[in-house]
């Protein structure tokens, strides 16, 4: 019973351990993987980050010119950021928003030469 009240006064007395999130942050963990961001500029829309994704959270449309991720699919792994050829994708250490519902993000890029598919004449 003493060793209760000890506690109980000790709380008291000291200032809370925990943190009042939305007003005081804590600073990111040095590695911390946090989410996905895009630099729509340097990405070529070659799909390999859509091949290499285990979760299949990005969908790669380069007739259209589309880029579209889904944050609450992904797994976080970091392949697509490894295996970027023009490094237009990072890894930002903040996390991203809470949020209550599910929403994907959406990058439209105008593509300058659109892949076609040769056609074999016949004579």
């Not at 600073?27 to 630099?39: L, Q, S, T, V, Y």
Request: hydrophobic share 30%; with cysteine; net charge positive.
């Amino acid at each position: 019973m003493l060793d209760m009240l000890k506690n109980v006064l000790s709380n008291l007395i000291h200032k809370p351990v925990t943190r009042k999130y939305p007003f005081e942050k804590r600073e990111p963990f040095e590695r911390a993987r946090g989410h996905i961001k895009n630099d729509i500029d340097k990405c070529i829309l070659c799909g390999i980050c859509q091949r290499v994704c285990p979760s299949n959270c990005i969908q790669v449309n380069r007739k259209e010119g589309k880029w579209v991720f889904q944050p609450f699919e992904c797994v976080i792994c970091g392949a697509c950021v490894e295996n970027c050829p023009t490094k237009s994708l990072k890894m930002e250490a903040e996390y991203r928003a809470v949020s209550n519902e599910k929403y994907e993000i959406v990058h439209k890029k105008e593509v300058k030469n659109p892949p076609t598919k040769d056609k074999k004449e016949v004579a």
